[in-house]
């Protein structure tokens, strides 16, 4: 099971595009990049509440707000998906070695599906996966162990056997929960905080670098 924001693809830029462009449309200042990669990796609606709280001093969105925020932000990140964002290095040699020794793989993230199934796809990552599952496949998302599990039904293997790839303390609290094994990747998001302080069974500096694990082994 392999996260998608900031353990495949640096998406960012496509974070920064798409908010900023929703802000426009609302009349309220920009955000930095740097401000959005802390509130990445809890959802689109996570996302959206915890910029309009950012940019308004730390006043909280009524509905009215936040139902225009999200019709604005969702048509935006929809018509720049993948314009701004690259894959990390490592991520296909590391997904092309894990599928060459038979394994199946599933993307598990809290992006909507909407927007990760496009973003695979235009980044040539989509063929690796066998299961897809977005934040709204199931009723709870990250940190909540139910989409692991339901993805490891899916995957039809038992969690005590099947690996949680991800970048930060969301990936790793749900696989602890779960009772999944789980390894972090050394360059993501992680809310803004090192990677290193997560309870993980391990960190790697790339997904190729796992796969070279895997073969030593």
Known sequence: MVDLDGTLVDTLGDFAVALNLMLDELGLPHVAPAAVA????????HLIHSVLRHVRGGREADADLYGAAWQSYSRHYLA?????SHVYPGVVEGLRALRARGLRLACLTNKPGDFAKPLLAAKGLDGYFDIVF???AFERKKPDPLPLLKTCEALGSRPGRTLMIG???N?????????CP???VSYGYNHGEPVHGVDADGVID???QLAALRRAA
């Open 182 to 184: 789980v390894v972090l």
């Open 206 to 208: 790339s997904l190729e």
């Open 38 to 45: 802390s509130m990445v990796g809890k959802g689109s609606e």
């Open 171 to 179: 990936d790793a609290r749900a696989a602890r929960a779960a009772q």
């Open 80 to 84: 720049i998906n993948g314009r701004h």
């Open 134 to 136: 977005g934040g709204d």
């Open 167 to 169: 970048d930060s303390s």
